[in-house]
């Protein structure tokens, strides 16, 4: 794993699509990580928006893994990494 990607999941983050959403329209997310496993209509939302928003997206290996490292006991499609 990108070393890049473990300095970012230990800065303040919100967790799931809802919260990165209102994160986003709240100008409050500087970056924003998808797990490459995520379902592809929450890809293409958070790809779409994103590039509306000029925020950067980071792919993650997987769901299972960014829980882990979120040291969540669920999976996570993705994180916003806050401003």
């Not at 924003?32 to 779409?48: G, K, N």
């Not at 829980?67 to 996570?76: H, N, S, T």
Request: proline content about 2%; aromatic content about 2%; overall charge positive.
């Amino acid at each position: 794993m990108e070393p890049s990607i473990i300095k970012l999941l230990s800065e303040k983050k919100v967790i799931g699509l809802r919260q990165v959403n209102r994160g986003i329209k709240d100008d409050q997310i500087r970056c924003v990580l998808i797990a490459e496993d995520a379902e592809s209509h929450i890809r293409q939302e958070l790809l779409s928006t994103c590039r509306k928003a000029r925020i950067p997206v980071k792919k993650f290996a997987s769901k299972e893994e960014m829980g882990k490292m979120l040291g969540i006991d669920v999976a996570c499609a993705t994180v916003g990494i806050l401003k």
